[in-house]
DNA sequence: GAAGCCTGCT
């Protein structure tokens, strides 16, 4: 045609194209395209368009880039060629670039163009935020519910955790296909909405749409991962019914249910006479077995496959090492990795990943990282496995050097990247650094990713910024159990249980599921107010959910008897776990430590060691508290020694412990150098001396205390103000004390707590200043609790004020209507004053009140049996021998000022009485028996069920001079210390 | 192939 001089048109190079597109040679193409140049026909679109798709289909994307630019008005499909040659070619990075592009010129995308670009953002590399905007245009240009379009958003959204934005789109789509189903149930599973999905499932079979083998493997995949293998086996019957029941996937998804569930003999049958088993089903099974340990028969498999004629894959290992990895089976992973190397699979992408996850859940990091610098560095998820590694390690560092280095290489953080890191900011406290990471977290568009939030009102919440960490769980659209749980659980570490509760209640009114965690946390919440039957509800409640035998829940509900005092269900409770860990030990001992039973935590202490299970810092904590608070200095150097064995000792939080149990057992010279020798200390280390000194009487040595926390910058908090403002009620210094107070809020931005109103209270009234004590209380900001009533009535029995003693008692009994000790301190301001038709109107009044005075008991412990005492006992077999001492010592004690406050309790008729020793108390009879039985060295330790009377406490202090014995009365309200003739309460009780 | 929430110390 050419040599008859005919020239070509358009027509004829169109039709040439064709037959180069067909025959796929490049060569022939690019021939064509330079007479095209020469002809001058390279303006029309048609013939570039043409030339492009070759070009693409040839795999020279360079020479489709080259004529698409020097085309003029490029049309939509142009557009979308080109587009989607970068997609093929994996070049997702750049397609993002020309979608702004094509925009910029005008041109309005279409169904296409957005499928390629969505294409583009799932390739990984595109920052999510991107992702937003194009969905945007998308609503913008009405493809809003075009399945074309939306099933890749769903997709797309679902993989980045956000399965509500998911969600919505799906609602809005006017047909629903099967693609549709498979990508928003798939989703809801990957984001543990495995329920959700099963339910959808339900949806869609009743609304008439045929269910495919993917859908069928997608909905048995929820059931595995959720466990709920009942379900499974139904839907194994709807397989069944449909015809599925050959189909690969369904009975890959089959297999996998099985053998997840133990149930092998299914797993094996459904296994062994599938039509077509691929590699998939082989992986299913084998990673079963391995998962719950039966190794041998995986590897067995494992060779078995490759006589059916399938090679183990890459999907194989990987499985298998996944197994390896939940199980900690470094061994045969190791294996497994020389196998890869041999096959020439080590560096597949995800084989690399599963190997670096081997290596660091198996706690071998070195080996980690040593594999991590062979390895390529554009693969994330390795990049993020790192993250993980040396968190473990507690390594901020290297941490954040890993995190720096990724982006310097051109790696994108994505939503396991961030998780990762914060979650290890949160762990060392780099609170500084989690703030930056989240601004970051902000400018890439994952602030509302569920995982992301869950780790930053965690970090927020721990680090006691509770509004910061609300703030985000209220803006986060999705609705995330595990973001609601952090948060009460922040609640609860800051001792904030009736907003703890409350979340947890809305929550619930939200009908988002509690997990295990969450119920955990919410009784949890329920012991710190000692809410028994809140807690037992949401026990009730989570066994309703199927956690009845859960050990988060078990151990908390232990926990919740513990904390409340109820020693004998909190046994129960105890005995009721399977497999007991350290956890539920330390429940019992810190549990019964916290609710004053020291004795019964220290008796567990000692349980858990015949029963050799290992302690750990919570139990060293717990046990050293306990014996803090009884003073029992024995015991307490005991386990001293033991953390000193286990190299506990340079744990801040037991360091801390020890210098509180030195201090409160008034060996103060002891806490000091513990104190000292603490590499690091934080404030509750200055609180522990500050208020040690404080308790023993030293109220200016605590403030010397205070005075060089401050300046050596460490933070006072609510529980340094308790012990500075108690020392200046100690050391009578009112107006110090007062300013003090103040500089709380105007200085430290410190709210006071009810505790610091009741130390004003007491620093008032000790120093006798009842009136300004009043109307102290009346101008409160808060509503006085029973405690500010009980210490301005204490101080009105110190200084013998009945009128406003009458006042408090009043106002005491209006919040404790039951509390038969307020009953008796009443009764007993009328008894001195002498007025006796007052005083029989209260007992009177108390009757009516069906309130009883709980008969006066006291016990002391004498070579491991305790004797009980009443008042006025005689019933003990050696009580004439006690009362002759008691005897001598009355009069050892008159000698040296004793004189018997006889009004404590008795009026003239009962004062008159023919043998007064009916009323002796009963703590005086087992001081004396302590005296008469123990040998000198050991303190007399007595516990009393009600107030030591101010008659015994007196007596008690003479008697400590006289028999130069530490005598430790533990009352109904607090511990006194007699030494020398003074007690640790300062005659303030 | 990778990620989050749960017991303790003043």
């Known amino acids: 045609m050419e040599m008859r001089g005919i020239r070509a048109n358009v027509e004829t190079y169109l039709w040439l194209l064709d037959g180069c597109f067909n025959s796929g040679s490049l060569l022939c193409a690019q021939k064509l395209h330079g007479k095209i140049l020469k002809s001058g026909f390279d303006l029309e679109n048609v013939l570039c368009d043409r030339i492009i798709d070759i070009y693409i289909g040839c795999g020279d994307l360079d020479g489709a880039v080259k004529v698409f630019d020097e085309m003029c008005d490029r049309s939509v499909s142009s557009w979308n060629k080109i587009i989607n040659g970068f997609v093929v070619n994996k070049l997702s990075g750049r397609v993002l670039g020309l979608f702004w592009q094509m925009t910029a010129e005008n041109v309005i995308p279409d169904e296409m163009t957005f499928a390629g670009v969505l294409r583009a953002c799932g390739g990984g590399n595109v920052v999510f935020q991107y992702v937003h905007q194009i969905h945007a245009r998308i609503t913008y240009h009405g493809f809003g519910a075009s399945t074309r379009v939306c099933n890749p958003l769903i997709d797309l959204y679902s993989k980045n955790g956000f399965i509500e934005s998911a969600k919505k789109i799906f609602d809005r789509l006017c047909l629903k296909d099967s693609v549709s189903w498979v990508a928003i149930m798939s989703g ?201 590694a040396y968190g473990q390690l507690n390594n901020l560092s290297d941490s954040f050097e890993i995190f720096r280095q990724m982006q310097i290489e051109g790696m994108i953080p994505n939503q396991f990247t961030y998780p990762s890191i914060l979650r290890t900011c949160t762990a060392l406290g780099a609170l500084d650094l989690g703030k930056q990471i989240h601004s970051q977290v902000i400018k890439t568009g994952f602030q509302l990713n569920v995982y992301v939030c869950s780790v930053l009102i965690d970090m927020y919440a721990k680090h006691g910024k509770l509004d910061t960490a609300l703030g985000i769980l209220r803006r986060l659209t999705e609705e995330d159990v595990v973001s609601w749980t952090a948060m009460i659980a922040g609640y609860v570490q800051h001792d904030m249980f009736a907003e703890a509760l409350k979340l947890f209640e809305e929550m619930q009114n939200r009908e988002i599921q509690s997990d295990n965690i969450g119920f955990s946390s919410a009784i949890s919440a329920s012991a710190g107010i000692q809410a028994l039957n ?94 803090a608070n009884i003073a029992n200095t024995k015991q307490g150097t005991q386990i001293h020694a033991m953390i000193i064995k286990t190299g506990y000792d340079s744990e801040i ?24 020798a603490m590499a690091e200390k934080n404030e509750v280390s200055w609180n522990a001396m500050i208020t040690g000194y404080s308790q023993h009487g030293f109220g200016i040595e605590a403030l010397d205390f205070f005075q060089e926390m401050k300046k050596l910058g460490v933070m006072p908090n609510h529980v340094t103000f308790v012990g500075v403002l108690s020392a200046c009620s100690h050391a009578g210094m009112v107006n110090e004390g007062l300013g003090y107070f103040d500089s709380m809020r105007k200085e430290h931005g410190l709210v006071p707590k009810p505790e610091h109103y009741v130390c004003v209270v007491d620093l008032l009234g000790r120093a006798g200043f009842l009136s300004r004590a009043r ?215």
């Open 653 to 676: 939080e037991v360091s801390n412990v020890l210098v509180t149990l030195y201090a409160k057992c008034g060996i103060i010279d002891d806490a000091k150098r513990e104190f000292h």
């Open 775 to 989: 109307k102290f209380i009346e101008d409160m900001p808060i509503k006085p609790d029973a405690l500010v009533w009980r210490t301005l009535l204490s101080a009105c029995i110190v200084h013998k004020n009945m009128e406003i003693g009458e006042f408090a008692a009043h106002h005491l009994l209006e919040l404790e209507p039951q509390d038969s000790a307020t009953y008796v301190l009443l009764s007993n301001i009328y008894a001195v004053a002498g007025k006796w038709d007052s005083r029989d109107r209260t007992r009177q009044r108390m009757k009516n009140m069906g309130v009883k005075k709980e008969p006066g008991r006291s016990w002391i412990e004498i070579k491991n049996s305790v004797h009980a005492f009443f008042v006025g006992d005689r019933l003990h077999p050696l009580a004439d021998k006690i009362y002759e001492y008691l005897g001598d010592l009355n009069k050892q004690a008159a000698n040296i000022g004793y004189v018997q406050d006889r009004y404590a309790l008795l009026n003239d008729v009962e004062q008159g009485h023919k043998d007064p020793t009916v009323y002796i108390h009963s703590e005086k009879l087992a001081i004396t028996f302590g005296l008469l039985s123990l040998s000198n060295s050991i303190p007399i330790r007595v516990i009393k069920n009600l107030r030591v009377c101010n008659d015994c406490h007196n007596w008690i202090k003479y008697v400590s001079k006289i028999s130069n014995r530490a005598i430790v009365v533990r009352d109904a309200y607090r511990f006194h210390h007699f030494e020398g003739g003074t007690c640790s309460c300062r005659d303030y009780w």
């Open 534 to 627: 809140r807690g037992q509800q949401i026990h009730a409640q989570s066994c309703v959910c199927g956690y009845s035998d859960d050990l988060s829940v078990s151990n908390a509900l232990a926990s919740l008897y513990a904390r409340c005092g109820r020693i004998e269900e909190a046994y129960l409770a105890f005995k009721k776990i399977d497999d007991k860990d350290n956890i539920s030990w330390n429940a019992l001992i810190s549990g019964f430590a916290q609710s004053g039973y020291c004795e019964e935590a220290l008796q567990v202490f000692t349980q858990m060691r015949k029963a050799a299970v290992e302690f750990d810092l919570f139990t060293f904590t717990s046990a050293v508290s306990a014996a």
């Open 188 to 388: 809801l599973s990957q984001n543990g909405r495995e329920v959700e999905c099963i339910f959808l499932f339900r949806q869609m079979h009743t609304s008439g749409t045929a269910p495919t083998p993917y859908i069928f493997s997608s909905v048995l995949s929820a059931c595995t991962k959720r466990e709920l293998f009942e379900v499974g086996k139904q839907l194994h019957g709807l397989v069944f019914k449909v015809g599925f029941s050959s189909e690969t996937y369904v009975c890959n998804a089959l297999v996998t249910l099985y053998s997840r569930s133990g149930n092998f003999i299914s797993a094996e049958q459904i296994f062994s006479t599938m039509r077509n088993r691929d590699e998939v089903s082989y992986n299913s099974l084998i990673s079963g077995l391995a998962q719950r340990g039966s190794s041998g028969r995986a590897l067995e498999l494992f060779q078995k496959m490759q006589l059916d004629c399938l090679k183990p894959d890459c999907v194989t290992v990987a499985s298998l090492l996944s197994a390896c990895a939940s199980v900690g089976a470094l061994y045969m992973g190791r294996q497994l990795h020389s196998y890869a190397i041999k096959g020439g699979m080590s560096s597949d992408i995800i084989l690399e990943g599963s190997l670096l996850d081997l290596y660091v859940k198996c706690s071998d990091i070195d080996t980690a990282h040593e594999f991590f610098l062979t390895t390529e560095t554009e693969n994330v998820v390795l990049w993020n496995v790192m993250l993980v």
